[in-house]
């Protein structure tokens, strides 16, 4: 399971992002002492940071060139500040990527996901997914049903990895776009179509026909 460790002073916000996350099946670390940041870091040390930048005592910027003197961990910059500067210099500090506030929290975790993804090679078996016998190896992006195993592109492995971490619930189409989207290339609804169908093939070439279900009008469903 990733660890998030999560530094932002507004409590609402907070707990939402954290609750959020947590539903994701991500550890998350809350940073409550402001002044006591690095501390947290290196006792929790987490996969990822999600950082504000406006925060009581130091700022954000001050806290990432803390973290980045000790650590490559990822860090995610979370402000309402709207200026381009502010990204400029939030990257130039060693921030990986920024999320304007007020922020969608579909982005959100698709940026989270994104930054793990390209950060971490999935090694541990803990990170395969399973259900109803057909076998997700995120480390190599491949799905297997007994002898018989095939690759999936990177837009399926987007969207089965969200379907299968939603087994039992129906995922909207803008939900799947978005989080295609939001891994740095454009998805019309068209190319979802396109890719939902290739992998619903690849699934059923291997043994499990209507693995993936369409509610129409609503989206698809891993029953």
Known sequence: ??????????????????????KW????????????VLAVFEQAQPHLVLLDINLPVFDGYYWCQQIRRISKVPILFLSSRDQ????IMAINMGGDDYVQKPFDLGVLVAKVSALLRRNYTYQDEQLQLAHRELVFNLAISSVAHGRQSAELS???????????????????????????????????????TVNVN???????????????????????IIE
Do not use: C, P
């Open 25 to 36: 099946q991500y550890q998350v670390t809350e940073v409550t002492a402001f002044d006591e």
């Open 154 to 192: 990177r837009n399926e492995f987007i969207i089965l990895q969200l379907m299968m971490r939603h087994i039992g619930k129906i995922v909207s189409r803008d939900e799947l776009m978005q989080a295609l989207w939001n891994d740095e290339q454009f998805v019309d609804d068209n190319t979802l």
């Open 1 to 22: 399971m990733f660890h998030i460790l999560l530094v932002e002073d507004d409590e609402k916000i907070r707990a939402i992002v954290a609750d959020t996350l947590r």
């Open 198 to 220: 290739r992998l619903r093939r690849k699934i059923a070439l291997l043994g499990l026909e209507d693995y993936i279900v369409t509610r129409k009008g609503m989206g698809y």
């Open 84 to 87: 381009n500067m502010d990204v």
